[in-house]
């Protein structure tokens, strides 16, 4: 088996990944990588996960040669790559929020607009200024990264994580092993959307009302799915990202609503709730939420200045 350095890796696999890719941007696929440093970055996160070593020590080593296990086991990670798999599912972790979350095909990978959603439910409970326990539940929770990220900064918190997904609830569960939160979180698997939820919910709170309801539902619309770049469209679960019609026909929010609908009931008179939606959805959901029972009903912007999620009070 031929040899390969660090630094040959980094220079030959780098160059073929970023060939490959940009050829497939050419057409409704986008890799994310716009420059051949981009593509060696990616290289670089590979090699990290293969020899289990940070990018300082590879770039301090780069003519450590790879042995014929090690090698194997990055082509195997490469050739996933250059097929559009996202490389958190390559290396079964993401960052969010300033921590590791381990990740599958079973949820969505966690994405830096979500934090938003954590950024405000921290706000809110350190406004809040209470000495009793806060309560908080996160609804489609995935990998728990929303929930958990909250938890972390909050001490006196306690937080309820809602999935459809047996696996992904298993997943979440593991976050929060993980993190050393299992104490003070946990997940069901239900389906929040039902009617039956509600009776689910008032079960597990043993008739408490929670104090922040914060959720990254689906929200994309089924013609939108169609246009979603190939690499979404082929790896991440379709059920977490497309929603059907509201009642009152907005494509995209029934999830939403539903949501909208359950905080009138599990959230205390003055509690928060967070609602992410898509780019082109801030007047839609203002105008839906507000024919339920909230106030303070406004739309969040994220680091890019898009529309991301709705923030309103329970009245």
């Known amino acids: 088996m031929q040899e390969f350095s660090i630094q040959d890796c980094v220079r030959i696999f780098g160059q073929e990944l970023y060939a490959v890719l ?33 990018k300082v020590f590879l770039l301090s080593h780069g003519n450590y040669v790879l042995t014929d296990e090690e090698l194997k086991t990055f082509s195997k990670c490469f050739a996933r790559r250059k097929k559009s798999e996202p490389l958190a599912y390559i290396v079964g972790k993401k960052e969010f929020f300033g921590s590791m979350f381990f990740v599958d095909s079973s949820t969505l990978i966690p994405r830096p607009d979500t934090e938003i959603l954590v950024e405000e439910a921290i706000h809110f409970y350190l406004t809040k200024k209470i000495n009793a326990e806060f309560y908080a539940m996160d609804l489609g929770t995935g990998t728990g990264c929303i929930l958990l990220s909250f938890l972390k900064e909050c001490e006196n918190s306690f937080g309820y994580g809602i999935d459809n997904n047996v696996h992904a609830i298993e997943l979440a569960e593991k976050n929060s092993h993980a993190l050393g939160l299992a104490a003070r979180s946990k997940f069901f698997a239900a389906d929040f959307t039902t009617p039956l939820f509600f009776a689910q919910a008032d079960e597990f709170l043993q008739g408490k009302r929670i104090d922040c309801l914060v959720s990254n539902p689906p929200y994309i619309p089924e013609f939108e799915y169609q246009e979603l770049d190939e690499s979404v469209k082929a790896y991440e679960p379709k059920a977490a990202l497309v929603s059907g019609q509201a009642q009152n026909g907005e494509k995209g929010l029934a999830h939403a609503e539903k949501i909208f609908s359950l905080g009138e009931k599990i959230l ?14 801030g007047k839609s959901m203002c105008e839906i939420c507000s024919r339920y029972d909230y106030t303070a009903v406004k739309t969040l912007l994220d680091l890019a200045q898009n529309e991301r999620a709705l923030y309103a009070i329970r009245k």
């Open 22 to 54: 940009q050829e497939r941007e050419k057409t409704s696929f986008s890799s994310g990588i716009a420059s051949l440093a981009d593509a060696k970055n990616e290289i670089y996160y590979l090699l990290s996960f293969v020899l289990k070593k940070d």
């Open 268 to 281: 205390k008179p003055g509690g928060l709730l967070l609602v992410e939606h898509g780019y082109n959805q």
